[in-house]
């Protein structure tokens, strides 16, 4: 709903997700830039890794172990929630008005992710929208960061110790007694991980049986069975958090085209996208969840992570003071995940949300956010980042339209004569692609150019006129 703001005469969607940048001292609001700047960074990596990753594997999802550009937007996404949640709701006192705003947001945020199930389905000899709801997938990138923010949220709302309200108006704590003035969080966080560790490699993983579905697909109606029977293991076919998804959500229900596809055992021309090869084993056809039920617990931990780092940007004033705050925990979560990865305890893996996933991958939130911080919101360099600030003040408008497809899948049931007569294949075709002589570099162009900085524009423009979109 929107609403207008007596002294700015602008008009201002209420949202939770956008305080991100707000006041920060008693004296005066200061808004810190580097927060929209990240999000807005994230925001547009997601629509370069959907939309170029086919062209340009290193940028897409890694197909199993390992972690490329791709595979830091999800983290991105939750440590920046995180982040804001101490900012937002130290707005809101009262415990029982909090928890209502934690609960009608997190409505929200699943309402539009099962809405944005759906998709356009653009062959070339048909066009269609829409979503069989026997076959709806169930999770997604809104869903999963609605369960980490309202889990995250509660737990700031009710473990919030009163003398964090008090901090504000003293001399910052110790480097270390700001884990004591909200141990909870870190209670929570352990009980997590526990949790997690514990179904991850204790869980008894069988044999299990899935059918095809896709009346596209030379294995239509075909019955494939993958054999397991072993416990502890973090391969693709016979790990805890695919089965604990196939048993509570069901296959019809998870993921159809999962990154495995384009791994050696699957297609012959990996790590590109591409037929399956006729030797494959049965599990490359079946269906995973990367943003399923488990992994989803374990992801709590980066918005757990994200809180802290909000945490010091309202108990510390001075710059030096929060940099070091901030980069001293990044690069010790930075070299605690590299060092699970390259001894072989634990494997970076996106699609189960490993810890040496979560440590990276929060780690290399913390340092980029600083870099920003240092340009930004100390040197003042926001000029050259403006494009990224305006994808950040309208996060949710630039996903929806972008991101998701939206408005590309509008434009593109506009054809003559052929479906792929339309406007968005005319500029791929001849204003990139065929100036550039390649695919490749075509694509990418075009990504950058016409839906990053495009969107980009466009949010600015709303931006100017005081118009956003927020949940």
Same mark, same amino acid.
């Given at each position: ?9 602008r008009l ?5 997700s956008?305080?991100a ?14 927060l929209?700047?990240?999000?807005? %960074? ?6 370069l ?13 890694? $197909?199993?172990?390992?972690c ?7 983290p991105?996404?939750?440590?920046? &929630?995180?982040m804001?949640?101490p ?7 009262n415990k029982t008005?909090?928890?209502k705003?934690?609960?009608?947001r ?10 944005l199930q759906?998709?356009y ?6 066009? !269609?929208y829409? &979503? *069989?709801m ?5 999770c997604?990138?809104l ?9 995250v949220?509660l ?7 009163? =003398?964090?309200n008090?901090?504000?108006?003293e001399?910052? $704590?110790?480097?270390f @007694?700001?884990?004591? %003035? ?14 997690y ?7 008894y ?7 095809i ?5 030379? *294995?239509?109606g075909k ?7 072993v416990?502890?293991?973090l391969?693709?076919p016979?790990n805890a &958090? ?19 596809? =384009?791994? !050696?055992?699957? !297609?012959?021309?990996? $790590?590109?996208?591409?037929p399956? =090869?006729e030797?494959?084993?049965s ?6 969840e ?7 617990? @374990?992801?709590?931990?980066s918005?757990l ?15 030096s003071?929060?940099l070091?705050q ?5 690069v010790a979560? %930075?070299v ?8 072989h305890?634990? $494997?970076? #893996?996106k ?11 929060s ?13 930004? *919101?100390?040197?003042?360099v926001?000029l050259?980042? %403006? ?20 408005f590309?899948?509008?434009?593109n ?7 792929? #007569?339309t406007?968005?294949?005319?500029i ?9 002589? @390649?695919?490749r570099v ?5 990504v950058?150019?016409?839906e990053?900085?495009?969107?980009a524009v ?5 931006d100017?006129?005081g118009?956003?979109?927020?949940l």
């Amino acid at each position: 709903m929107a609403e207008i703001n007596p002294n700015q005469h602008r008009l201002i969607v209420p949202d939770e997700s956008q305080p991100a940048a707000v006041e920060l001292s008693a004296e005066g609001a200061k808004r810190v830039a580097s927060l929209d700047i990240f999000r807005g %960074l994230t925001v547009a990596l997601m629509v370069l890794v959907d939309d170029a990753g086919g062209e340009w594997p290193m940028i897409g999802h890694a $197909p199993w172990n390992g972690c490329n550009l791709a595979d830091f937007v999800m983290p991105f996404f939750l440590f920046i &929630v995180g982040m804001a949640i101490p900012l937002a709701l130290k707005r809101v006192p009262n415990k029982t008005k909090a928890v209502k705003k934690v609960i009608l947001r997190t409505l929200k945020l699943l309402f539009w992710g099962l809405l944005l199930q759906g998709g356009y389905s653009h062959a070339p000899d048909k066009l !269609t929208y829409g &979503v *069989d709801m026997k076959r709806i997938r169930l999770c997604g990138i809104l869903q999963r960061i609605a369960f980490a923010y309202l889990i995250v949220a509660l737990v700031e709302i009710f473990t919030k110790d009163s =003398r964090a309200n008090d901090m504000k108006d003293e001399s910052p $704590p110790g480097t270390f @007694s700001i884990f004591r %003035l909200y141990c909870w969080h870190w209670v929570v966080a352990a009980w997590i991980l526990i949790i997690y560790l514990a179904v991850l490699y204790g869980t008894y993983v069988p044999d299990w049986q899935f059918t095809i579905h896709n009346k596209d697909s030379p *294995d239509y109606g075909k019955v494939f069975t993958v054999a397991c029977g072993v416990r502890g293991k973090l391969d693709p076919p016979c790990n805890a &958090v695919g089965y604990v998804d196939r048993t509570i959500l069901g296959t019809d229900h998870m993921y159809e085209r999962p990154a495995w596809r =384009r791994s !050696t055992p699957c !297609t012959s021309i990996s $790590p590109y996208q591409g037929p399956l =090869r006729e030797d494959s084993p049965s599990w490359c056809h079946g269906p995973f969840e990367p943003e399923g039920i488990l992994s989803s617990i @374990s992801a709590v931990l980066s918005t757990l992570i994200g809180v802290h780092f909000g945490h010091v940007l309202i108990l510390w004033k001075n710059h030096s003071s929060r940099l070091k705050q901030w980069s001293s925990l990044g690069v010790a979560l %930075l070299v605690l995940g590299l060092t699970l990865h390259f001894t072989h305890a634990i $494997p970076l #893996n996106k699609q189960l949300y490993t810890l040496s996933y979560v440590c990276v991958t929060s780690g290399a939130a913390t340092l980029v956010f600083c870099a920003f911080y240092v340009l930004v *919101d100390v040197v003042n360099v926001k000029l050259l980042f %403006l494009p990224l600030e305006w994808i950040g003040r309208n996060a949710m408008f630039v996903y929806v339209m972008a991101a998701a497809g939206i408005f590309a899948g509008f434009i593109n049931g506009w054809y003559y004569e052929d479906p792929r #007569n339309t406007m968005v294949y005319w500029i791929k075709k001849h204003v990139f692609v065929g100036v550039w002589q @390649s695919e490749r570099v075509g694509i990418l162009l075009y990504v950058l150019f016409a839906e990053i900085l495009f969107w980009a524009v466009v949010a600015g423009i709303l931006d100017y006129h005081g118009i956003y979109w927020k949940l």
